[in-house]
């Protein structure tokens, strides 16, 4: 009842979940399509999606401003953008215009992110209980069920707009229940002292680990089972629609156990599980057993971002709570800049079961980070 409750508290900013996730969830299935309309090999298409973190990151630092510009209606006006946007990528064959689109598709998601999130941390103070891995888990299970859609649109040759499209119009509706008054709190009410820059990037640094694990998976999972495996699209689709439903199932059941546990605990165990689901995604002799790494590293990565940005929402002054969150997500998409070109040329060089192999690796560096974060103190006490 935990998991119930927590959404129908937080039900509008998790409605803005459910958006950025099917749209996301198309472009996972989506991927081998893309990449062939525009002819690019690995390396190439991994730099191509550098567009679409420049606009993410671009986005988050002036997420706190247009938050204050659009105030109840910044989720509605994120929306509608997102929505926009990811109309005009799928119609792309030329290789920097796909790129020059894709930051348009990654300025938008990234204000959406920030703005969602503040929310839901904002929720959080109000309630005094969790409600961070809920709300992601929206996200992951939208994503899944539109991964799934995209596969079946796949194999029925459906055009790649006209399922964009729909998405666009199923996001369109939901923007009338999307409006939300900020929580405005006076600067001098809080606390005053130095400026938590150290929690901010800790913090940050673990939601980047989360969320470049999740970029590679997302990104290129499909890929990995269609040509390393010798998959079909609907196989294809099915890597990331794993991961979409894992993600979903972990992030739910992070919802119960942070309300019972401490968020050491969860951190590290959560990272050597989704470890270990990369390694066995890296080594899968078949798309079964693809399946069972790309949701065993699903299941572990999926509450380690929520967790990162409830951390930040729960340890600065109120006042400060969007723009630290933006800050933590700037450096958690950063990543983006990362992830796929890294993958890229890995992939180009060595061939993706060396770079999911990497991604074990990277996805343990969140452990010395989580033991340095947890020795400090919280604004509300909790561990």
């Not at 002036?62 to 006006?77: V, W, Y």
């Not at 069920?145 to 459906?158: F, V």
């Not at 699209?233 to 119960?256: I, V, Y």
């Not at 969860?266 to 080594?283: D, N, S």
Request: glycine share 10%; aromatic share 8%.
């Amino acid at each position: 009842m935990s998991i119930i409750s927590a959404l129908k508290i937080s039900r509008r900013p998790a409605a803005a979940f459910v958006v950025v996730g099917l749209f996301w969830g198309c472009f996972a299935a989506f991927v081998p399509v893309i990449k062939g309309q525009l002819g690019a090999n690995d390396a190439l298409f991994g730099t191509l999606l550098l567009g679409s973190a420049t606009g993410l990151v671009t986005s988050m630092w002036l997420a706190p401003k247009a938050d204050k510009i659009f105030g109840p209606h910044a989720m509605q006006f994120g929306i509608a953008f997102l929505a926009l946007a990811w109309l005009v990528p799928p119609t792309m064959t030329v290789p920097l215009v796909f790129a020059a689109t894709m930051a348009l598709v990654g300025m938008a998601s990234g204000l959406l992110d920030v703005v969602m999130n503040a929310r839901v941390s904002e929720l959080e103070g109000i309630h005094d209980r969790p409600l961070m891995n809920a709300n992601h888990a929206m996200f992951s299970l939208a994503y899944a069920i539109s991964a799934t859609i995209t596969g079946l649109a796949r194999e029925a040759q459906i055009p790649t707009l006209y399922v964009f499209a729909g998405f666009t119009v199923v996001s369109l509706l939901l923007i009338p229940f999307l409006r939300m008054q900020p929580v405005v709190t006076d600067p001098d009410a809080d606390t005053t002292g130095r400026y938590p820059l150290w929690p901010i990037l800790l913090a940050g640094g673990i939601v980047l680990v989360a969320f470049m694990s999740e970029a590679t998976v997302e990104g290129w999972s499909a890929l990995h089972i269609e040509r390393t495996l010798g998959g079909g699209a609907a196989e294809g689709a099915l890597g990331p629609a794993m991961l979409g439903f894992t993600m979903a199932f972990g992030r739910f059941s992070g919802q119960a156990l942070s309300e019972h546990m401490r968020d050491l605990h969860v951190l590290i165990t959560a990272a050597l599980i989704a470890a270990t689901g990369a390694i066995v995604a890296a080594l899968a002799p078949s798309p079964l057993f693809a399946y069972i790494g790309f949701g065993t590293l699903g299941l572990g990565v999926s509450v380690i971002g929520p967790i990162g940005l409830a951390i930040v929402g729960r340890i600065v002054p109120a006042h400060l709570r969007t723009e630290a969150i933006s800050k933590a997500a700037v450096i958690g998409f950063s990543g983006f800049f990362v992830a796929p070109v890294a993958m890229g040329l890995v992939s180009e060089h060595f061939g993706l079961r060396v770079a999911f192999g990497g991604v074990a690796a990277f996805l343990l560096l969140s452990i010395p980070l989580a033991l340095t974060i947890a020795k400090m103190p919280r604004a509300d006490g909790r561990g």
